[in-house]
């Protein structure tokens, strides 16, 4: 089996995920949502590895030429997929809830994202009350204007084309 706690300490490892071409400062984001074939004793390094090449073969070419086209670079295109991953409930919804948040970014608006707010308390469970609204984290985005620092979760292909063609 792969061991856990390396696999956790190795995503935040700097060092290591610049290695990998990420980015952001860890790999949370880039560690891409699919099915795995995961050898008895692999490394934890080789399944990050994977994970990681699986995202950069996702977002392609052509995805990158169009958040280049869009002025977004790829951690900022990662973070806003992050939210809308957390904020969608059907896969038709994404590209309605992207053009949202790009329409608050563009007129200066906070993103007002309850996701963000779970992340920054690392509340997975339960209601997002009033006051969590005022927890001071560039994670919170009914705190901070603009977009968090980094992925809060890695997003699936659907969330990743949704912030890049919006909905008009």
Same mark, same amino acid.
């Given at each position: ?14 060092? &290591? ?6 980015? $952001? $400062?860890?790999?949370?984001? *880039?560690?891409? +949502? ?11 390094? $080789? ?8 995202? &950069?073969?996702? &977002? ?6 169009? #958040? ?12 806003? #997929? ?12 994404? +590209? ?11 007129? %200066? ?5 309850? +996701? ?13 009350? *009033? ?7 560039? &994670?919170?985005? *009914?705190?901070?204007? %603009? ?6 979760? $890695? ?6 084309? #949704?912030?890049?063609?919006? #909905?008009?």
């Amino acid at each position: 089996a792969v061991d856990s706690a390396r696999f956790a300490s190795l995503i935040v490892d700097s060092a &290591f995920v610049g290695r990998l071409g990420v980015p $952001s $400062s860890t790999a949370e984001g *880039y560690l891409y +949502p699919d099915t795995y074939d995961i050898e008895w004793q692999e490394s934890p390094e $080789s399944v990050i590895r994977r994970m990681v090449a699986g995202f &950069f073969r996702a &977002f392609d070419e052509t995805l990158r030429t169009r #958040a280049r086209q869009m002025n977004m670079t790829v951690n900022e295109v990662v973070t806003l #997929a992050s939210i809308i991953e957390k904020e969608a409930m059907l896969d038709s919804e994404r +590209p309605l809830i992207s053009a949202v948040f790009h329409n608050r970014l563009k007129i %200066g608006m906070k993103l007002q994202a309850d +996701p963000t707010v779970r992340y920054a308390l690392k509340k997975w469970t339960g209601r997002v009350l *009033y006051r969590d609204l005022e927890v001071e984290s560039p &994670f919170n985005t *009914y705190w901070a204007y %603009g977009l968090p620092p980094r992925p809060i979760c $890695s997003p699936s292909l659907a969330s990743l084309r #949704a912030v890049i063609y919006p #909905a008009e």
